[in-house]
Structure formats: C-alpha cells, structure tokens
C-alpha cells in the first residue's frame, strides 16, 4: 500500500492522490485577470498527475495585492479567467482550488526578480509601475527600508473580512472547489496573529484570542457562501522562528478554533513575519517543517499538508505513512517537474507501465520504455 497514491477525500471533494500543487505566484496578471500564462502553468500540473492544484495566491482587494502582477479575485470581472483554468484542471481529473490573499503590510512590493523590495519611482519609470499605500493591524513595517502601513479601522477589518467572503463566493461561480487562506507568511491574517506585527489593544489585538479574531472571523465570513460540500483550508505559519513571536502552541491553538469553524486541514508552513533572512534556529532539511506539522496534526486534531524542501518520493512517502501528515504540497520540484506525481507513482512501483498517464503521453512512452528495454538501451 502506497500511501502517496491513496486518495483522499475532505468533505464532498476526492483528491486521487495525496499530492497539492503548492500556490506560486506568477507575477503575470494585469488587473489581476487570470490568463493564458495561468492556464498553461496550473495545466502542466493536472496533466502531470496532481490530486489537488491551488492557483496561486489571489488579492480580494486591490490594494492587498503583493505586486503589480499578482492574481486577483476582487472583482467580478476576474471570474471568467478563473473558471477558464477551474474547467481545464478538473478535466484532467485533479481538483482545482485557490488561495485567497490579502498581503497587509506586505503590499506594493517588487517581483522577487525586481528585488523584493517596496515599489518607488524607479519602478514607475522603468514600467509605469506605481506605489500604493500599504495596510496593517500596527503601523509597524515589515522590515527596514520599508514604509510603515497605515493601522486599519475597525471599518477596514470589517471591509477585509466581507472582501474574503466575496471572494469565495467568486471561487464558487468560477467552479473552484477548494479554498486556501494565505494566513502564513507575513500576510495580513499573519500579521493579524503574531506579536510582532500586532500591537493593538482593541478587540483584534492584545491577547491570543484576539490576535486570532480576524482569521476566525474569515473563516466564518467564507463558510456562509462556500458550499457544505467544498473543503476549506488555512495556510498558517507554525512558527515565527523567534522567542518573541508566535510559536506552535500557539498555531495549535488557532487551528483547533477554526477547526470548529468548519475549517477542514491545515496547510503546515512556517516563518514571514518580518524580512527575508533566515531566522536563527531555523534549519534546512529535506522536510523540515514536517515535524511541526506532525505536532499540530496530533494536538489540534485535523489534518495537515506537509510543505516545504521537499522532492524524494519515499521520504514523502515515509511522513504520510507514519501519519505526520495526510497531504504534501509542492512548489519548487514542480516547477522542474511538473510531472513529479508520475514519476512518484514509478519510482514507487504503483504505476510500472505508464498507466496512470494522459494516454497521449502515455502510450508512447511505454511503446519506447518496451523498444528500449527490448533492445537493452536502457
Ligand atoms: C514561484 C513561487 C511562488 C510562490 N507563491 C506563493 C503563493 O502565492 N502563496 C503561498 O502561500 N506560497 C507561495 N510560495 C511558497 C510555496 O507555496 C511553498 O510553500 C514554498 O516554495 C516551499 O515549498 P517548496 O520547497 O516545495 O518550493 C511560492 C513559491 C514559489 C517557488
């Protein structure tokens, strides 16, 4: 039994396989619309075998987009490109979902090939792209060098918590079928419940419970149009790899609230909350976060995806198994093999003859595997 290869089913919606195209952004959208690079780029990923493809993380509002280039679903006007790539991914036999983003005090950034550095007149002259002003729970900047956001209203918390359930409602009209919140990585909902960001002595901020209002409140705002039937997940940073900051206990603690809110796995990631190096104490390794998601499988009691470092099928295979985690998302091994679930499915003996792919391909690499193999080529 091949755990990997197992399918799995949250609510309603049954994934063929364990494995979840992690969301990346592309960068390429104007105005936010999805399109033909969009399509081609989550395509590559049902045609190579994925149970469960997220399209990358897309901004309900226009000024919680990351970069210029970010995907949006702000607006009705998105729908339609979406659904474009919804049909094309759940033709291919794999689920189509999206995360939902709001980058806070994260906003009017460059691409990362720009810099990864706030937007100013440089960017304005190079490519007509503007600044815009940035939003946040304290006005606290992400990192040296960047402006500090403006500290949000109680009216502009209640403005971002309708603008995700519009969102969904979108997701839904364009025949999306999962949803992620991006509530990791110094986004606004991370920024929302770490320490570091949020200063405020309100009702969103101060003690845990607080901090924790705005996802909380998300999540409920989302289940209110979001079919019964469709899973909703949370992306989380388990740790912000610092004593001062927002720890595993604490992520145990919040998933455990949105898990009675009819939030269904937890996506497992970790660290953002301010500027781009790493952390002391964090250190990579093939799976590095995965002990971290194993702790808050076991105590918050839902199930997690694994993210993070990862590309060796049997070592995947190894944390699904021993029950660290119930899904694996990947990015950057998919970038370079979009066919990554297929070779998985080989190197793991569940598919010996090509069987598990688009008969278009597959049919002709067994027809050469069979020449080669008869010809002791290879
Ligand atoms: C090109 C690219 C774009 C990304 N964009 C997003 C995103 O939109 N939302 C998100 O939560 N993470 C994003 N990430 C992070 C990935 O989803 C993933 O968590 C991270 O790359 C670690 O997984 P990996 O080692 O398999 O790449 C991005 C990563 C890459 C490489």
């Given at each position: 039994?091949?755990?990997l290869?197992?399918?799995?089913?949250?609510r309603?919606v049954?994934?063929?396989?364990?494995?979840?195209?992690?969301?990346?952004?592309?960068?390429?959208?104007?105005?936010?619309?999805?399109?033909?690079?969009h399509?081609?780029?989550?395509g590559?990923?049902?045609?190579?075998?994925?149970?469960?493809v997220?399209?990358?993380?897309?901004?309900?509002?226009?000024?919680?987009r990351?970069?210029?280039?970010?995907?949006?679903?702000?607006?009705?006007?998105?729908?339609?490109?979406?659904?474009?790539?919804a049909?094309f991914?759940?033709?291919?036999?794999?689920v189509?979902?999206?995360?939902?983003?709001h980058?806070?005090?994260k906003?009017?950034?460059?691409?990362?090939?720009?810099g990864?550095?706030p937007?100013d007149?440089?960017?304005?002259?190079?490519r007509g792209?503007?600044?815009?002003?940035?939003?946040?729970?304290s006005?606290l900047?992400?990192?040296?060098?960047?402006?500090?956001?403006?500290?949000?209203?109680?009216?502009?918390?209640?403005?971002?918590?309708a603008?995700?359930?519009?969102?969904a409602?979108?997701?839904?009209?364009?025949?999306l079928?999962a949803?992620?919140?991006?509530?990791?990585?110094?986004?606004?909902?991370h920024?929302?419940?770490?320490?570091?960001?949020?200063?405020?002595?309100?009702?969103?901020?101060?003690?845990?419970?607080?901090?924790?209002?705005?996802a909380?409140?998300?999540?409920?705002?989302?289940?209110?149009?979001?079919?019964?039937?469709?899973?909703l997940?949370?992306?989380?940073?388990?740790?912000?790899?610092r004593?001062d900051?927002w720890?595993i206990e604490?992520?145990i603690?919040?998933?455990?609230?949105l898990?009675?809110?009819?939030?269904?796995?937890?996506?497992?990631s970790?660290?953002?909350?301010?500027?781009?190096?790493?952390?002391?104490?964090?250190?990579l390794?093939?799976?590095?976060?995965?002990?971290?998601a194993?702790?808050?499988r076991?105590?918050a009691?839902?199930?997690?995806i694994g993210?993070?470092?990862?590309?060796d099928?049997r070592?995947?295979?190894?944390s699904?198994a021993?029950?660290?985690?119930?899904?694996?998302?990947?990015?950057?091994?998919?970038?370079d093999?979009?066919?990554?679930?297929?070779?998985?499915?080989?190197a793991?003996?569940?598919?010996?003859e090509h069987q598990m792919w688009?008969p278009?391909?597959?049919w002709w690499?067994?027809?050469?595997?069979?020449?080669?193999?008869?010809?002791?080529l290879?």
């Open positions: 039994m091949v755990t290869f197992e399918p799995f089913t949250l309603g049954r994934m063929r396989n364990r494995v979840v195209v992690s969301p990346m952004s592309q960068y390429r959208a104007q105005e936010g619309v999805a399109n033909d690079w399509l081609v780029h989550l590559r990923f049902a045609i190579g075998g994925a149970g469960l997220l399209c990358e993380a897309a901004a309900v509002q226009r000024h919680g990351r970069t210029h280039g970010d995907l949006g679903i702000w607006s009705d006007a998105q729908i339609d490109g979406l659904a474009r790539v049909r991914l759940e033709a291919e036999g794999a189509a979902g999206i995360q939902l983003a980058a806070g005090r906003a009017s950034e460059r691409r990362p090939w720009h990864e550095t937007v007149g440089e960017d304005v002259a190079q792209e503007h600044p815009w002003p940035a939003v946040g729970p006005a900047p992400y990192a040296e060098g960047w402006p500090a956001p403006a500290e949000m209203s109680v009216e502009d918390i209640h403005g971002v918590v603008a995700f359930r519009d969102a409602r979108r997701s839904r009209e364009a025949g079928r949803i992620e919140v991006y509530a990791a990585h110094g986004f606004l909902l920024q929302f419940y770490s320490p570091i960001a949020n200063q405020r002595r309100d009702a969103y901020g101060g003690s845990l419970d607080a901090r924790c209002r705005l909380c409140e998300v999540a409920t705002a989302i289940r209110e149009v979001w079919p019964e039937e469709y899973p997940v949370f992306r989380l940073s388990l740790t912000d790899w004593p900051g720890q604490d992520a603690h919040l998933a455990t609230l898990k009675k809110l009819g939030v269904d796995a937890i996506d497992c970790t660290g953002g909350i301010s500027g781009r190096e790493r952390p002391q104490g964090m250190t390794s093939h799976g590095y976060q995965l002990p971290l194993a702790q808050l076991e105590h009691a839902i199930p997690t993210v993070g470092l990862m590309w099928p070592l995947v295979e190894q699904l021993q029950g660290e985690i119930d899904l694996v998302a990947l990015a950057r091994e998919l970038l093999d979009p066919n990554w679930t297929l070779h998985a499915a080989h793991l003996g569940v598919d010996d688009p278009e391909f597959g690499l067994e027809k050469r595997a069979r020449a080669l193999r008869k010809l002791r290879r």
